[in-house]
């Protein structure tokens, strides 16, 4: 059973569950005091020691039957059961005489099973699979493919014919006939369980193998590398260098914080505060301003900017301790709120899916026209506590500038700011129109690398 | 204290709260385990009220400690009265002249001052917040530590070093370690992200809004004198306006208020007219009262129901359209 756990850890981890040693040693307690004989208790006690983000909850639900439910392949039986001894005698006879001259040694082994009942655990099976065959070199997305492989290199259809051979070989002996169709159904029913124990542990197998391999590849740094370069980088190497960076701004942010002596005079902190100064106003006490910036941002989803998009979008969702409101907007040739999507999912997946969220093509982009639809729709996400971050190059196929609106959502905004990750000898040529945006911005900031990025967003905390 | 998790289940039942396998279960383990428990979901699901049973059941005294934006050691942990300090300094004048008394030198002074220095930094002069409270208990607690997500992320740092050892330095006095380990329940309405580092310290639950059944169950058990037909389409009604896009969907303690408002008007039938005057108890914004009262009146034009319930489908669907 412990085994059979750390492999249910172990996939959940190939999945994207974050769990530590830690917490798979508090499963293994759990689930010695909640005990394995209520499934239900058994699966509480896993979900409650293992999943801490509600976001990981369906892929819990989603694995947990695979492993300890009901289509877990059904146990081998032994055949024969409607047999005489004298019958049973032979059938052991024969099948010494065909497995001793049987090859290849893989389907020896797998006929052996099947006509005796006698299988393999989950881990001798992963393992006969990884010497006979080469299915688990593939990738997950594959398991099908991969577990008709193993299947062929096993050679697993010439099992029915040989156990035609077999019963041919009982039939010429004499096994009356009843008892020959029993033995075929009962030897037919363990093919069938041994084809599911080899389906379930490809996949197994092929999960693992890419949890390691992602554990073995070193985290580059990619900071200054340009952002068109990084478009194609994993998911997971993107999270790393992504929480890294966020680690490091949190700390510089809270430092920040606290030593900032920002905001009006606290009499009533600063009295209590140098009580134990008799009275004496050594240590003077501020009231703390709202540190925490309230953020939208509104980012170009274009097929240029979807990187530096899909990164920004990361970093803010990586602070969020620090920021008490966050609300995206993505725009293309429309603009779209896609706040939802970044609550039900995780900030990665979130982003391969906003594009779909607004319409658009190459070359129509319309900034002028989405921002008339925010000032229309959106102007509740802005406030006066609100920073508002544009994330775009600033062009525009489509529609004329639109400073009125652009001049709206200022007026409302305690500051607007924009990224560009364009250099600014471009800004104002051609379609592009952020020489007219620009001036009305309070900062702008060219990002074309992570480390730009980072003091930018640095920037909004200050 | 429990042997298993239907012990766990009982007891709670016997507190009329109604705890799902999942709850029981997570309850149970950190009995056995001493962990904290970390629960989630959004308001008004009944997070706090299982701290509120779990005490009650175990007869454990319940220590709370509401959590909000900069909230810092000296509210959660101690802080000492130095008006009180002061105060025995004054009154105590006579008594230190006494002391200082025949002292030739100045360092001779200093040093007996030293001497006494105890008296002034002891546990008399300290006020102890409900951290430190829950860890000076005599007799055993359970400490409730609510929407921790609405303290900052040095505060949770800190939390961590009480939460994995259960002792604490206080510089003046040395370190105090609990005398019981605390049970501690965490609650997070999930407006930020906590620290790996502290939901690898608890066991996690989730509580999501109950199923239509396990809401009935409620609603009899909180709102007895409520006719069960009536009981039946109130919970209906709540179910359904969670499907719908509101901004604030309405959770368990709004729908047994709910129940409670419609026994204290002495209704027997729920009618269109009856929820038109009583949503507002459910729903707290004046745009979702809106979006219910539209769904409820288009759904009387195209088919027009018993008692007149709003019909989830096309409110959303029109809604996701947009």
Redesign the interface.
Known sequence: MDQRIVDFIHALRAKGVRISVAESIDAMRCVEIAGVADKQFFRSALRASLVKEPRDLPTFDELFPRFFGLDTPPPLQQPGGGMSPEEREKLAQMLQQMLASLSPEQLRRLFEMMMTGQGMSGSQMRQFIDEHTTATQMTTGFQPWATRRAMRELQFDRLEQLLQELLQKLREAGVSEAALRQLEQEARENREALAQQIGREVGNGLQQREAEERRRRPVEDLQDRPFEELKYQDDDDMRAVINRLAAQLRTRVALRQKRANKGALDAKSTIRANLRYSGVPLDIRHRRKHLKPRITVICDVSGSMRAVTGFMLMLVYALQDQISRTRPFVYYRTIADVQADFQQLRPEEAIRVVPERVQGGPWQTSLGSCLETFTRDHLDAVDRRTTVIFLGDGDDHMSPPNPRAFETIKRRAHRVVWFNPEPPYRWGREDNHMHIYAPMCDAVHHVSNLRQLVAAVDGLFS | MFNT?GDVKTALSAQRYIPS??I???V??AE??G?P??A?GPAGVGKTELAKVWAAATGRELIRLQCY??LDETKALYE?E??KQ?LYTQLLRDKLNDLLAGVTSLAEAADRLAAEEDVFFSSRFMLPRPLLKAITSERPVTLLIDEIDRA???FEAFLLEVLSDFQVSVPELGTIRARHQPMVLLTSN?T??L??AL??R?????IDYPTAEQELQIVNLKVPGLPPKLAQQAVELVQRLRGMDLKKHPSVSETIDWARALLELNIRHLDRATIENTLNVLLKFEGDLQRARRAMVRDEGTRRDEFGRLRRDDESGRFRGN
């Open positions: 998790i396998d999942e029981a279960t997570t149970f383990l056995k385990l962990k428990i970390l989630e934006e900069g000492w130095y008006a002061l900052d992320a040095e999930n930020r992200e620290s790996e939901k690898r608890c066991l996690y639950l989730h």
